[in-house]
């Protein structure tokens, strides 16, 4: 699997890629739309990548040869994005509540969730997307359910799926993370703008020091 965005929609069942379904993927440019969203399939966001997905020897080859070259993470032609995603993954259910979500985000210190609707990933919610929903809707809307909302669209890659890439295509969708999922639609890691910060940041320190 290459990378995948999942339209809007209720946190009701699955909203992971149709791939995971063994149903139609459509493909599209990597910055632009093909056609109108819809909302009753996901889109496969990278074309190219996807014929990537069947040549992961190809790809393990060029990662260690960067490797036995000295090269930096950032100076790889292919940076997997296992290298710099997190593993550690905080999870809530579709029923909880708004003023739940942000309790457990802020007990936990963290600024994305990902929603759970009987086990199957339904969303992968973002602090500063919540208060800008809250900020827009009556202090009520704390007690709301999360499955009664609309939430964003997000992108899901594999372990295996090129960060450089990934990074692209979150900057053309206006998405600061990403989620990281298995074969079987397991997730298993979430890649962040952070991560990318950090990623880079270690660049100019290194610079720097020479």
């Known amino acids: 699997m290459s990378i995948h965005v999942s339209e809007p929609g209720r946190p009701v069942g699955t909203r992971l890629p149709e791939v995971f379904r063994n ?9 632009t739309e093909a056609g109108p969203i819809s909302a009753s399939h996901s ?3 990278d074309a190219e990548f996807q014929q990537a997905a069947h040549s992961g020897s ?3 080859a060029l990662q260690e040869y960067g490797a036995a070259a000295g090269e930096r993470p950032e100076e790889r032609v292919y940076l997997p994005v296992s290298e710099i995603s997190s593993p550690a993954i905080y999870t809530a259910p579709a029923t909880a509540t708004v003023g739940e979500a942000l309790g457990l985000m802020e ?5 994305h969730l990902v929603i759970l609707a009987e086990n199957n990933v339904a969303g992968l919610l973002d602090l500063r997307w919540l208060l800008s929903w809250l900020h827009e809707n009556t202090s009520a809307s704390m007690n709301q359910s999360l499955v009664h909302i609309e939430l964003p669209a997000f992108l899901t890659a594999s372990p295996e799926t090129d960060a450089h890439q990934l990074a692209r295509l979150m900057l053309a969708h206006q998405l600061n993370a ?6 079987t639609g397991k997730p298993t890691g979430i890649v962040t703008s952070t991560d990318y910060l950090k990623l880079y940041a270690n660049v100019s320190r290194q610079e720097g020091a020479v």
């Not at 149903?23 to 910055?31: A, C, K, P, W």
């Not at 007990?107 to 600024?111: A, I, L, N, T």
């Not at 990403?178 to 074969?183: F, I, P």
């Open 107 to 111: 007990d936990s210190g963290v600024h």
């Open 178 to 183: 990403a989620l990281v999922v298995d074969t």
């Open 23 to 31: 149903r139609r993927v459509g493909d599209v440019t990597e910055l």
């Open 43 to 45: 889109e496969a966001t």
């Open 58 to 60: 190809r790809q393990k």
